[in-house]
């Protein structure tokens, strides 16, 4: 078993303070924001064919507006006075027309920008998508171990639609709300200073109100996202361990564990929702008041300017106060869509946050210089090729090579997960060329952190691993990682055929060699009786499998990688004792040459082992072959015989 700390070990699962907790507020929206424009770069031309569309259509909406006061004043006034004629119809429908191609004029660059800002908004979150995975495959285990598979999918999914409503909605809105009211608010001006007034002391009160409700509001969105991800993290673990939880009669535990993480959702979202909700509302009545107040003002100003005795600033035609009538309409509109943009963009940078939090993070170190390279030997000399053959060496920096072996190393290391409770103690131990080292003893002893150094999946606090002499530090990573094939206890296929799961361990494998790692792992028989053999599709990490089965087409895809050193870690413990044995030939041939490790709780399968190292609470408290260890009759002798049972 893994001694790697699980997500459930280190992540709060049930419902709590911990959970509540968990993701802090955003501390840069600002920062965030700015960062996210940062992804507009390569989309700047048509950004600014974006931004002269909005403009343009705020212009048109504000110019068809402005062609009522004409309209009015100049031909239908007069019409209405002094008769209609057909040189007034005339007229009349060329002021109509005018307008019609001003609002049509707006419309194509409406559509225009629409459509442009679904490729740019679509084309920025694929860009933030692809960095996201980049990131993630170059991130740490103990990322992983830290986090549910659900929680960082969230950030995939609900976070990225968040962010894709945003630059597709909220901002291009913005933008265009911004010019509307700069424009409509200029040609106010120019009709009626006083009643602009007006407007603009309720423009301040809507300000007043959208900013201490955005507060409000915006509080419980970044709750939400917080909620979100840890509701979708218990779903995704629950869903995966549905069977331990019908064995175990955990439902009803489970149900009420999820209904309190629900119930926090629920909060969080009725909170955002009642503040978004109660927002449009208000900010719509105020606007039928300052409407109301505007239309009584206007009309007063028009009657006094039939009067005409009253200045010109306090009176206004009849056309002007149509304008501006409709202008306040106008005003108001963007106002109140701004204001609801507002929760929605509010939203989407608590989901950026977490975004750019993931991709923040710290990637898993790879100072290594070392680098495996295909080689042959001629005339007694080792030489760099570019085909593959059976000889590996080691490039160092300084372009020497030294044949891969399998030496390995372990020099006093010390290790720890979390950097307290000790995994390994001071352990040392040698694997010469070829060897086959076992690692037996209860579970938690640290066999499975051992195989986990060797890849670097963690590195020492203490010590030092040497691999044919390269401290593994030095070794570039993708390099160490290549000389080793690893057959885990937990096996885990991908989606698509089998020939593709077993070809992930090479690449540029041949049918041919698929074929023969198949019937060296003993897998060739079954595959052959799969509907489609080696073309059948494997799907739900082949859950169309059974156990046993996974795990040789696990020892097939180690076998077809053919590397220097192979780990074997509970390889055979979802086989039968009978498939075993099958297989045992085959096994051996796979690692005759190379060294192998080994952690078996089936003590039968390390007798014939160069050495077998016993391991107790991170210390290694016996070593030797098979027949020195029970000539010693201590721990292994015991866990042989059966008088010790490993736990």
């Not at 750019?356 to 760099?384: C, M, Q, R, Y």
């Not at 390889?571 to 075993?580: G, L, M, N, Q, V």
Request: contains cysteine; charged residues 25%.
């Amino acid at each position: 078993m893994s001694n790697a700390p699980k997500a459930s070990e280190r992540v709060p699962r049930g419902p709590g303070p911990n959970n509540r907790n968990r993701f802090a507020k955003p501390k840069n929206a600002k920062g965030t924001f700015l960062r996210l424009l940062g992804y507009f770069k390569r989309y700047k031309a048509i950004l600014a064919v974006v931004i002269v569309c909005i403009i343009v259509a705020a212009l048109a909406n504000v110019a068809g507006t402005a062609l009522l006061r004409p309209l009015v004043d100049d031909y239908i006034g007069p019409m209405l006075k002094d008769g209609a004629t057909q040189e007034r119809w005339a007229a009349f429908g060329g002021q109509i027309l005018k307008m019609a191609i001003v609002y049509l004029v707006g419309i194509v660059c409406v559509y225009v920008n629409a459509r442009l800002m679904i490729n740019v908004s679509t084309g920025v979150l694929l860009d933030i998508r692809k960095e996201m995975f980049r990131k993630m495959q170059k991130l740490p285990l103990k990322y992983f171990d830290s986090r549910t598979h659900g929680e960082i999918m969230s950030r995939y999914t609900n976070d990225t639609d968040a962010m894709r409503e945003m630059l597709g909605q909220s901002v291009p809105n913005l933008i265009d709300s911004f010019f509307r009211v700069s424009g409509v608010f200029i040609m106010m001006i120019v009709l009626s200073p006083m009643l602009t007034v007006v407007t603009v002391v309720m423009l301040v009160l809507m300000i007043l109100v959208v900013k201490n409700l955005g507060k409000k509001s915006g509080a419980f969105y970044k709750k939400r996202q917080a909620a979100l991800g840890v509701a979708n993290g218990y779903i995704e673990e629950m869903s995966e361990g549905s069977k331990v939880v019908k064995v175990f009669c955990r439902e009803e535990k489970t149900d009420s564990e999820f209904a309190e993480l629900n119930d926090n959702l629920r909060r969080a979202e009725a909170g955002a929702n009642t503040w978004a909700s109660i927002l449009m509302p208000i900010m719509g009545n105020l606007s039928y008041i300052q409407y109301a107040i505007t239309a009584l003002l206007g009309t007063l100003m028009v009657v006094a300017g039939l009067s005409g005795d009253y200045p010109a600033m306090l009176t206004l035609s009849a056309g002007a106060l149509v304008s501006f009538l409709q202008y306040t309409r106008n005003f108001s509109r963007p106002i109140t869509m701004m204001s609801q943009q507002f929760n929605s963009i509010l939203s989407a940078l608590a989901g950026a946050e977490r975004i750019f939090a993931l991709i923040d993070e710290e990637p898993e170190p790879n100072e290594g210089k070392v680098v495996l390279v295909n080689a042959e030997i001629k005339d007694g000399e080792l030489s760099e090729c570019a085909e593959r053959t059976d000889v590996w060496a080691w490039k160092a920096p300084d372009g020497s090579l030294t044949r891969v072996r399998g030496h390995v190393i372990f020099n006093d290391v010390t290790f720890s997960y979390d950097g307290q409770k000790v995994v390994l103690d001071d352990i040392s131990l040698y694997a010469k060329p070829g060897q086959k080292i076992a690692f037996v003893g209860s579970t938690g002893a640290g066999k499975t952190t051992i195989t986990n150094l060797i890849n670097r999946f963690y590195d020492i606090q203490e010590g030092e691993i040497t691999y044919d002499g390269f401290n593994i530090r030095d070794i570039e990573k993708d390099s160490l990682r290549r000389s080793l094939a690893m057959v885990l206890q937990d096996t885990h296929l991908f989606t698509g055929t089998v020939r593709e799961n077993i070809r992930y361990g090479r690449k540029d494998a041949t049918d041919d060699e698929i074929v023969r790692a198949a019937k060296l792992s003993n897998a060739h028989s079954f595959i052959m009786h799969l509907p489609q053999g080696y073309d059948t599709m494997i799907v739900d990490d082949g859950e169309n499998l059974s156990q046993g089965q996974r795990q040789l087409l696990a020892i097939a895809r180690a076998a077809v990688a053919d590397p220097p050193v192979l780990i074997l870690d509970e390889a055979t413990s979802s086989i039968d004792t009978r498939t075993e044995a099958l297989i045992e030939k085959g096994m051996d041939e796979l690692m005759n040459g190379r060294t192998v490790f080994v952690i078996a709780h089936r003590l039968s399968t390390v007798r014939n082992s160069n050495a077998i190292m016993v391991l107790e609470h991170g210390k290694i408290i016996e070593r030797g072959d098979h027949k020195e260890l029970i000539a010693q009759k201590g721990r292994y002798y015991k866990l042989y015989t059966g008088a010790f049972e490993l736990s």
